[in-house]
């Protein structure tokens, strides 16, 4: 989601994983260790339809001068229809979006469809099939919807770790993103439910031209993410961080605009049906 002055940051591009300590036994690069006997572990269901709703808070801190300080706030709705068919192939429709005032305006991006496949969430692969490039600003949070996983068996006590170079987008600037993931798994919960836990670091770097001058940006921070994976194989909610310190460069008039961001995120799963959905066809459900 777009922020004045902030960062977003777009997921998909090449990468790199490395799988470590699983169990005991070590693991070929890509590769899921084996769990140990009598293990709790859960396999993330396919052929199933939800509703996603994503409650984000977003602050910046801008520096606008010496000794002065800008905040700068805004809150957003967002609903999206996710279906993850039984071949593995995913899809996420943008429902509705429901900024506060003040906040930047959705645009024409409604009905935009995201497509990926289950064998590509450790990649962070997404594609927009249906929609237009203006919701190209929404890829972060669509990539997130689901966690980067390496197989659709999800065993507690399990730790590994990713990384990647991806191209990005920061606000209207261009550019290139490294992240590097600590994941590990956590529970069994008294539901029976597993935790899936991101931990990692990022850097940006972009460039473009805002309002008629050059600028460039970059940026380095930290996302946490706690996903909760039930008993029955699906994912019932998702909590997001993001923190980051950003640097924006007007070469033209020799200034240098520190800022500090910070965004949170909830995301609630509902499920609609035990079937996938073609969410290119189906019209999206009225949000009363």
Not at 24 to 43: K, N, Y
Not at 106 to 123: C, Q
């Amino acid at each position: 989601m777009q922020l004045r002055n902030g960062v977003v940051a777009l997921a998909g591009g090449l990468f790199a994983a490395s799988l470590t300590e699983c169990t005991t036994t070590a693991a070929m690069p890509g590769v899921l260790p084996q769990p140990r006997s009598g293990a709790h572990s859960i396999t993330m269901r396919t052929g199933w339809s939800a509703v996603v709703s994503a409650d984000r808070r977003d602050s910046v801190l801008v520096t606008v001068g010496p000794g002065t300080t800008q905040l700068q706030e805004f809150n957003e709705h967002a609903t999206f229809s996710l279906s993850v068919a039984r071949d593995g192939t995913i899809l996420i429709r943008l429902d509705s979006l429901s900024p506060e005032a003040g906040s930047p305006p959705g645009g024409d991006v409604k009905g935009t469809v995201w497509r990926s496949r289950i064998s590509d969430l450790a990649s962070g692969t997404l594609a927009i099939t249906t929609g237009t490039a203006a919701a190209a600003r929404y890829t972060d949070l669509v990539a997130r919807i689901l966690p980067r996983i390496t197989s659709r068996v999800v065993t507690a006590a399990c730790h590994w770790r990713d990384s990647a170079t991806v191209p990005a987008r920061v606000d209207g600037f261009q550019g290139s993103e490294r992240r590097w993931g600590k994941w590990s798994t956590g529970g069994p919960l008294g539901t029976g439910k597993i935790t899936i836990d991101d931990d990692e670091a990022f850097e940006q770097i972009a460039g473009g031209e805002i309002s008629g001058q050059q600028m460039s940006m970059t940026a380095q921070g930290r996302r946490s993410a706690t996903y909760y994976l039930n008993a029955a194989g699906i994912f019932d909610r998702a909590n997001l961080r993001d923190s980051s310190a950003v640097l924006v460069s007007v070469p033209e008039s020799h200034r240098l605009v520190p800022a500090t961001r910070y965004s949170d995120v909830v995301l609630r799963f509902s499920i609609t049906s035990d079937k996938p959905s073609d969410l290119a066809t189906v019209a999206p459900r009225r949000q009363k």
